[in-house]
């Protein structure tokens, strides 16, 4: 993604309550702290969550320290953690043209049926968490390898930035493993755009 | 590239708050949970019961005795921090008042959140705004990391006039948004925040009476010594908060000179040297007319924001100062006072109107409840208002931002 033509990039992320999407929101935005980026937040959509039902969280990205903390409504980029969730929740709602689609999907980006305009990458990441056991109260939990997806797609932040945003986020041993998921994650995900 | 940054964390405005705290050294916390500043009170009983602070954490079954909590505490020589939202800080109501009569300087964070009914777990500032009258300073964030340095502030300037502060933050937009926050050294914050002096200590050892009854004249105690009647008592409250304004300044310069970062004191402004359009607000929302004011310069409205930061003390000079070249001042309000106004508003008509100023004033009801605002709604506020001067239409009533009746 070419960084020096927008002011901000906004992302929203799609999950469903109970998957970590507000967790993920807010480590990308001190990810992406690291990488360079003054103004970061990232808020949860404000209203009354309920566990398993359609969530969102929003990060914003700028150059300057930021001024405004309204929602976010035309995101460069959703980050979607479920692939139910890009019809039920109408995940593409409000992006831009040419925005990034990043869905956690065994499907090939093609398969996804999206508009020509958008840059789709997927991900099994279901299958990378499973594969390492990555899970919270019994549920696997793909939130933070999809952190590595959207390095590998978008390169705003990187494996190391990501790395960092997970020590302070967890023990030092859950931070290994989610940094493992997000590593694997990141070298599984298949852009369409490139 | 990766950015070294030892001092910054990325956090909520309630974490910079409980931060806030924790390096202020408190004494004594005593608060009850609600939405949504309670992981406030989360983080600090947690930094409490693993020793990172050194205080007490009182666990109490209301807001009501929170506040009686922090006012034993603070009478008897604590530094005291507690925080609440809506209905909690309705529920403090009466003690609120007691804190400020028997000037205390207690600090608390409100969460800014709306109140019921219907119920709403949201944001406006109606809850603080409508304790104007209790006698606390009130200030106003834009940011979680004016929320961090406010509190620092908040401690000096309580201590110093002996009144309590209410740091006011956005629900939500603050509370629960993460941002960088530079967090300084345990050093630097004592450098600028020496320990609390009590004026009167309660003490077992020497008995005393706080707040007796209060006739309505001055009359001599059991030592036959001369005592305020009750309106002296106010009086000297008023003069109080008088004394504040500087105070609160000071306490900012003081701040800037320590950390490098000032918040303006009473009021702060953005691009208003030759703006004859002002665009007033306070809290989040005037972060959000920051962006408004720069959209409307690029259409040929000489824009700019004049925010305020104070709300009690209510800064009339400092603002009749700050807006004499001003044409239009349109003023965005997240709470109401049913049956007139937007209360900055009001507040600011009277104020210009008694410092002989008197350009156009629109008032615009935003944000209540929780009602997302967006730069371009507010920047078409301001546009339906220039439209409506150069019509010169009678007196515009009280807009409402983005209603959907």
């Not at chain 1, 919270?136 to 705003?156: D, E, K, W």
């Given at each position: 993604m070419d960084t020096t033509q927008i002011d901000q990039i906004e992302i929203r992320w799609h999950g469903r309550g109970g998957q970590g999407a507000v967790t993920s929101a807010n480590l990308l935005a001190e990810a992406a702290y690291y990488a360079g980026f003054k103004g970061v937040s990232s808020a949860p959509a404000f209203g009354a969550e309920r566990r398993g039902a359609p969530v969102t969280a929003s990060t914003r990205l700028a150059n300057a320290p930021l001024r405004h903390f309204s929602q976010v409504e035309s995101p460069n980029m959703v980050v979607i953690l479920e692939g139910s969730l890009l019809t039920t929740a109408k995940a593409t709602q409000g992006l831009t043209d040419n925005g990034h689609v990043i869905v956690n999907?065994?499907?090939?980006?093609?398969?996804?049926?999206?508009?020509?305009?958008?840059?789709?990458?997927?991900?099994?990441?279901?299958?990378?968490?499973?594969?390492?056991?990555?899970?919270?109260?019994?549920?696997?939990?793909?939130?933070?390898?999809?952190?590595?997806?959207?390095?590998?797609?978008?390169?705003?932040?990187?494996?190391?930035?990501?790395?960092?945003?997970?020590?302070?986020?967890?023990?030092?041993?859950?931070?290994?493993?989610?940094?493992?998921?997000?590593?694997?994650?990141y070298e599984a995900t298949c852009c369409a755009f490139e | 590239m990766t950015v070294e940054t030892k001092s910054i964390s990325v956090i909520?405005?309630?974490?910079?708050?409980?931060?806030?705290?924790?390096?202020?050294?408190?004494?004594?916390?005593?608060?009850?949970?609600?939405?949504?500043?309670?992981?406030?009170?989360?983080?600090?009983?947690k930094y409490i019961e693993t020793g990172i602070l050194d205080a007490e954490f009182i666990t109490v079954e209301s807001e009501h005795s929170a506040m009686g909590v922090c006012i034993g505490a603070a009478a008897s020589g604590s530094r005291v921090f507690t925080a609440s939202s809506a209905n909690g800080l309705a529920y403090m109501c009466e003690q609120l008042s007691w804190a400020a009569g028997s000037r205390l300087p207690i600090v608390m964070g409100?969460?800014?959140?709306?109140?019921?009914?219907?119920?709403?777990?949201?944001?406006?500032?109606?809850?603080?705004?409508?304790?104007?009258?209790?006698?606390?300073?009130q200030l106003y964030c834009r940011n979680n990391?004016?929320?961090?340095?406010?509190?620092?502030?908040?401690?000096?300037?309580?201590?110093?006039?002996?009144?309590?502060?209410?740091?006011?933050?956005?629900?939500?937009?603050?509370?629960?948004?993460?941002?960088?926050?530079?967090?300084?050294?345990?050093?630097?914050?004592?450098?600028?925040l020496p320990p609390y002096s009590v004026h009167t200590v309660l003490d077992p050892d020497t008995p005393r009476n706080i707040?007796?009854?209060?006739?309505?004249?001055?009359?001599?105690?059991?030592?036959?010594?001369?005592?305020?009647?009750?309106?002296?008592?106010?009086?000297?409250?008023?003069?109080?908060?008088?004394?504040?304004?500087?105070?609160?300044?000071?306490?900012?310069?003081?701040?800037?000179?320590?950390?490098?970062?000032?918040?303006?004191?009473?009021?702060?402004?953005?691009?208003?040297?030759?703006?004859?359009?002002?665009?007033?607000?306070?809290?989040?929302?005037?972060?959000?007319?920051?962006?408004?004011?720069?959209?409307?310069?690029?259409?040929?409205?000489?824009?700019?924001?004049?925010?305020?930061?104070?709300?009690?003390?209510?800064?009339?000079?400092?603002l009749a100062a700050q807006l004499a070249g001003a044409r239009l001042v349109v003023v965005f309000d997240k709470s109401l006072s049913y049956g007139y106004g937007g209360p900055i508003c009001i507040d600011l008509q009277a104020a210009l109107m008694n410092h002989r100023l008197s350009p156009e004033i629109h008032g615009y009801i935003a944000g209540l409840g929780g009602r997302d605002i967006k730069a371009r709604?507010?920047?078409?506020?301001?546009?339906?208002?220039?439209?409506?001067?150069?019509?010169e239409k009678a007196l515009k009533p009280t807009g409402w931002i983005n209603l959907k009746l």
């Open positions: 999907s065994p499907f090939l980006p093609d398969a996804l049926g999206l508009s020509n305009g958008y840059r789709v990458a997927t991900v099994n990441a279901d299958r990378i968490a499973e594969e390492i056991n990555l899970r919270a109260s019994g549920v696997i939990m793909v939130n933070t390898a999809m952190l590595g997806a959207v390095a590998r797609a978008t390169g705003l932040i990187t494996l190391e930035h990501i790395e960092r945003a997970l020590s302070h986020a967890f023990s030092p041993k859950a931070a290994r493993k989610n940094m493992e998921a997000a590593r694997l994650t | 909520t405005g309630n974490k910079a708050a409980a931060e806030a705290a924790r390096l202020a050294r408190v004494d004594v916390v005593a608060a009850y949970p609600i939405t949504p500043q309670s992981p406030v009170v989360e983080a600090l009983s409100c969460a800014n959140r709306a109140m019921s009914a219907p119920w709403s777990v949201l944001n406006d500032q109606q809850d603080a705004m409508s304790q104007r009258d209790q006698g606390w300073i990391q004016e929320i961090f340095d406010t509190f620092l502030q908040g401690f000096r300037i309580a201590e110093q006039v002996q009144l309590p502060v209410m740091v006011c933050y956005d629900g939500y937009i603050l509370s629960h948004t993460v941002m960088p926050v530079d967090i300084p050294e345990q050093e630097q914050v004592d450098a600028y707040n007796p009854v209060t006739l309505a004249d001055p009359r001599l105690n059991g030592d036959g010594v001369l005592c305020h009647g009750y309106m002296e008592f106010r009086y000297l409250m008023q003069q109080a908060h008088q004394e504040a304004m500087d105070v609160i300044v000071a306490a900012d310069v003081e701040f800037e000179s320590c950390f490098g970062r000032s918040w303006g004191g009473l009021t702060w402004s953005h691009k208003l040297d030759d703006a004859d359009t002002v665009l007033l607000a306070a809290g989040s929302l005037a972060g959000e007319a920051t962006i408004a004011a720069d959209t409307l310069r690029e259409e040929g409205i000489r824009a700019g924001v004049l925010g305020l930061r104070s709300y009690r003390p209510f800064p009339a000079a400092a709604e507010l920047t078409a506020a301001v546009q339906e208002s220039v439209a409506w001067v150069k019509q």
